[in-house]
């Protein structure tokens, strides 16, 4: 069994070492060129436009920072508490920075009868996090959900949208590096 370490050893190296330097920028990229104020004015400042608001800065971002939310409040008049209680209730919406890919295992109980625990072991240990955690060069998000609706292909992992059906542990590694 392989660590990630030794599926990635070129390009971990690399992001170890520009690790803080990605942290910071993940921060200031939010903002820059006014982006935010760009999917805001698409929507002439209307405030029933919020969830459609918050899901195109979710897409730019890959989650919805603090400053986001607040520029979101004042731009449309709705108060910040609204938004963020919106934002934690639908699951789509992230308010932690989460990976380029998105990487989800089902465990549904036509999966989790087929192996889907154990495919989650899998990716867990090649990653190197555990479900719900996003890796530290902020490649990868891994996730578990309770169905996705393709009982029939189960075990499925899905990585970035696109469905692995009756996958093998052994197959998760190869999805995984795919990926690069």
């Not at 036509?110 to 530290?136: K, Y």
Request: charged letters at 30%; hydrophobic letters at 35%; glycine letters at 8%.
């Amino acid at each position: 069994m392989k660590s990630r370490s030794a599926l990635f050893p070129s390009k971990l190296k690399k992001q170890e070492e520009d690790q803080v330097k990605e942290k910071k920028e993940v921060k200031t990229e939010t903002t820059a060129n006014g982006r935010i104020d760009k999917i805001i004015d698409k929507y002439q400042g209307d405030a029933s436009a919020l969830i459609q608001v918050l899901l195109e800065i979710q897409r730019e971002n890959r989650w919805l920072p603090n400053e986001a939310l607040k520029k979101v409040s004042n731009k449309l008049g709705v108060p910040l508490n609204q938004i963020q209680h919106i934002a934690t209730f639908y699951k789509a919406f992230s308010l932690i920075p989460r990976g380029r890919h998105e990487v989800q295992i089902c465990l549904g109980t036509a999966c989790h009868v087929r192996g889907g625990p154990r495919i989650l072991d899998r990716a867990e240990e090649i990653l190197g996090i555990q479900a719900g955690q996003t890796t530290t060069d902020m490649e990868f998000t891994l996730e578990t959900v309770n169905c996705l609706g393709c009982c029939a292909l189960g075990p499925v992992m899905v990585v970035d949208g696109k469905y692995h059906g009756k996958i093998a542990p052994t197959e998760a590694e190869e999805v995984l590096k795919s990926c690069e």
